[in-house]
């Protein structure tokens, strides 16, 4: 069945009965806790765990009930797809079909990392994991607690991050907690994850490689190994759908996101704080600004670094109770690039 309205009538149209409160536990990432986790997993339950990215939210990707608790605890959108997570790539001919020599060659050169990639559905992949779609989004996550996790369970895993939809990724245990206390079975403490924000998504079901969203390896990258990489022309164009993330408001902290030019922010946030707002802002340079009620945030001049730490410093800066996080722009190559299509969402509006 191909992405249209009759596909997403089926899917808002499925029987779903609400989530009752559940007791969440938060367990170490050992190896009791992993085993733990794993038969929740068997069982049809969720299970939040570290990855390289971020933290997802993980069900048993072939299972319809249990992926379909997915979408009730975030409030996630039902046509947005799922991720498929492996613990390897000898698995991609359980959840994808016809898998191109190009994209065999792809996977052995960026797996395990953060690359999705979008490939023909397998039919054993339930529609309600795709978003309704005929493809489906897989990749082999770079990170010892989620191998383990895979391997334990014996099933793919559909994890998307395990946040309330629209809320800044979680990169932290706590993170997960705030968002999804009372509504997932358990929480897997790996501790902050490395990357920090989701995998780059790359569509290899046409004639040539298209970039549907920037994440964790940066578009360079992808062009030094594999020639000419497309990209998506914006959320409107019509393989956006096939990706996690584009068509719907993302990333954002419950503070209003206002982008400005590098070197802008210190005249930027005057006129809130002349209404005696509290305000952020967040700058690469060295902010010599003192005002009441302003909060100033450095980050780093590493990209990766950067990248690392943004959606903690969202959440950090919601906490402190700003109403407006005033954000200089950073330059868009490697990283820059998902930091800013990260930031552009966490903007838009409602």
């Not at 932290?172 to 999804?180: E, M, T, Y």
């Not at 549907?212 to 990258?221: C, D, K, S, Y």
Request: overall charge neutral; proline content about 9%; hydrophobic content about 45%.
């Amino acid at each position: 069945m191909a992405q249209g309205d009759g596909c997403q009538a089926l899917l808002v149209g499925y029987p779903v009965s609400v989530n009752a409160p559940v007791r969440t536990e938060l367990l170490q990432a050992d190896e009791a806790g992993i085993r733990r986790a794993a038969d929740v997993i068997r069982a049809h339950g969720l299970v939040a765990f570290p990855t390289e990215t971020v933290y997802g939210l993980g069900a048993n990707a072939l299972s319809e009930p249990a992926v379909l608790r997915i979408f009730e605890a975030k409030d996630r959108p039902r046509g947005n797809p799922l991720i498929v997570h492996l613990a390897e790539a000898a698995q991609l001919a359980t959840v994808a079909a016809d898998v191109s020599t190009r994209a065999r060659d792809v996977a052995a050169r960026f797996w395990p990392g953060p690359l999705t990639l979008v490939l023909p559905r397998a039919a054993a992949v339930p529609l309600v994991t795709t978003g309704g779609l005929d493809t489906v989004a897989v990749r082999v996550p770079d990170h010892p607690v989620a191998w383990a996790l895979i391997e334990a369970a014996g099933v793919p895993i559909a994890a998307p991050s395990a946040n309330r939809s629209g809320r800044p990724s979680p990169t932290r245990a706590g993170h997960v907690r705030d968002d999804l206390d009372g509504r997932i079975e358990l929480i897997l403490d790996g501790g902050p994850t490395p990357v920090g924000v989701e995998s780059t998504v790359l569509d290899m079901t046409g004639e040539s490689p298209l970039l549907l969203r920037p994440g964790g390896v940066p578009l360079e990258a992808l062009r030094e190994a594999l020639g000419p990489v497309r990209v998506v022309a914006g959320a409107d164009h019509e393989a956006a759908g096939r990706s996690p993330g584009l068509r719907y408001r993302h990333y954002a902290p419950r503070a209003e996101v206002v982008l400005v030019d590098p070197g802008a922010g210190e005249t930027a946030v005057q006129p809130w704080l002349a209404a005696g707002r509290p305000v952020a802002l967040v700058s690469q340079r060295l902010i010599t600004l003192e005002r009441p009620r302003l909060t100033v945030r450095v980050m780093p001049a590493d990209l990766v670094a950067y990248a690392r730490d943004l959606f903690a410093l969202l959440r950090e800066l919601d906490t402190a109770g700003v109403e407006i996080i005033v954000v200089e722009a950073v330059p868009e190559r490697g990283l820059g690039r998902t930091i800013m299509d990260r930031l552009r969402r966490a903007a838009a509006p409602s």
